[in-house]
């Protein structure tokens, strides 16, 4: 299993809607990557580790496949349509990872 990370760094100017991430960009993620996507969620910031510090991401995204080549194919087919709804919800440029899910 591997499991992508997507991570929304927190600065100064940067906004992030979290209804439309929940209500509108997930949905879609979904519906594009289909039975090939095996899990989802998402975290939204709270508070950082040091007491009065901004929290470090806005949000963060998870998006779980059986295999690396499962995200792959589907990004070949549908990344134009992903990437053109991010300035729906954000002018944050994400960080992705990708993670093999050892436990």
Excluded: C, W
């Excluded at 991430?21 to 879609?28: E, I, Q, R, S, V």
């Excluded at 589907?74 to 300035?87: L, N, Q, V, W």
């Amino acid at each position: 299993m591997i499991k992508v990370t997507i991570l929304y760094p927190n600065a100064e100017g940067n906004t992030f809607d979290m209804a439309y991430y929940t209500g509108k960009h997930f949905p879609m993620l979904r519906r594009v990557f289909g039975d090939s996507m095996k899990a989802t969620a998402i975290d939204k910031g709270m508070a950082s580790g040091t007491p009065g510090a901004p929290v470090p991401f806005l949000a963060i995204g998870y998006l779980y496949f059986e295999n690396i080549s499962a995200f792959q194919n589907g990004m070949k087919e549908h990344a134009a349509e992903i990437r053109a709804d991010i300035p729906h919800y954000t002018n944050i440029k994400p960080i992705i990872q990708i993670s093999e899910v050892v436990e």
